[in-house]
């Protein structure tokens, strides 16, 4: 039905709201208290000094149901575009409230999953709106990267930084200042660099396990597809930043000097030296929308012709995804 069915959102809305923000409950055995599982969360999950790299990930009938709902919300929000757009501001608070919710990880991704389209309501409903679409924009991108200082699973940073990148894609130029454009750059290297520990590490462990004297210490297949798996999805995460500087680049090339300057000696040159496909991959990804976005006019002509010349060089890759 689409924008059809917005005569009947007044009937609807307010039961999935209320689905929304449910509370589940839990309780801790061997007592007799219960109570929301975000209050209890700090009795149960272990001390952060001994496991700093994950969060408890509760599975209730509740949460499920929670879940379903927001991904409802974001349903009616995708579908409906401007018909929704009297509902925004409600909807935004319910879903910003969540966007670190503590005990479920699926919940935190459809919450990031879902702010971008708040954004295409308002602007589908009066696209003059600059100023407010603006302030939506910057108090979803606040929270984000909130989100993304204190999240710990790899899946969710790449939803809350897919999120990030449609929000500045959707709004565009002059959405950032010179001191956001910098912080967000600042944290997309650390997040890159945090990245790249984590699959260091993973193959250091893998190579020490795979190579214990003790059988009993080895890695069996099941083990290395484990490992596998979590470097994939970081190589995942490092494109997500990939696109989002692209998007920077896009949106706010005059902006993006100090960017520029940490790519170009920090980060490319040993990513388009290592021999691994993905991260060369994400170097040419990078280097792709430099040479789109930001032309010999931001680069300046010796940076430009030697980002081309790089990317040229890799025409003949034996690997054909580089190609």
């Not at 927001?70 to 501001?89: C, H, K, N, R, T």
Request: glycine share 6%; net charge negative; hydrophobic share 40%.
């Amino acid at each position: 039905m689409g924008v059809e069915f917005g005569p009947y959102l007044p009937s609807v809305i307010p039961s999935l709201f209320q689905m929304a923000t449910l509370n589940p409950e839990m309780s801790i055995q061997g007592t007799t208290a219960t109570g929301d599982i975000a209050d209890l969360l700090s009795e149960v999950k272990p001390d952060a000094s001994a496991d700093k790299e994950k969060r408890i990930n509760i599975n209730t009938d509740e949460i499920e149901e929670k879940d379903v709902a927001i991904q409802m919300l974001a349903v009616f929000i995708d579908e409906l575009g401007s018909v929704f757009a009297p509902y925004v501001e409600h909807a935004s608070k319910i879903l910003l409230a969540m966007i670190d919710y503590e005990a479920n990880d699926s919940i935190r991704n459809s919450v990031a999953g879902a702010l971008p389209g708040l954004i295409k309501c308002v602007k589908g409903a009066d696209a003059g709106a600059v100023t407010q679409i603006q302030n939506f924009a910057r108090v979803f991108l606040e929270n984000l990267w909130k989100a993304i200082n204190k999240e710990t699973e790899t899946d969710c940073l790449i939803c809350q930084v897919q999120a990030a990148k449609e929000i500045i894609d959707e709004v565009g130029e002059g959405l950032l200042n010179q001191d956001a454009v910098n912080g967000m750059a600042k944290q997309l290297i650390d997040m890159y660099n945090k990245s790249d520990e984590r699959i260091a590490e993973n193959n250091e462990l893998a190579k020490n396990q795979t190579q214990a004297e003790d059988e009993d210490e080895q890695f069996d297949e099941d083990d290395l597809e484990v490992i596998k798996e979590e470097n994939n999805n970081e190589y995942d995460l490092q494109h997500s930043i990939a696109e989002i500087m692209g998007i920077l680049f896009k949106t706010h090339p005059s902006l993006c000097g100090d960017l520029i300057n940490q790519l170009i000696n920090v980060i490319l040159p040993p990513a388009l030296n290592s021999g691994e496909k993905q991260k060369t991959k994400c170097g040419l990804f990078v280097m792709d929308d430099m040479v789109e976005f930001l032309g010999p006019q931001f680069l300046g002509p010796q940076i430009y012709v030697e980002v081309a010349k790089q990317i040229i060089k890799f025409c003949n890759s034996p690997t054909a995804a580089v190609r």
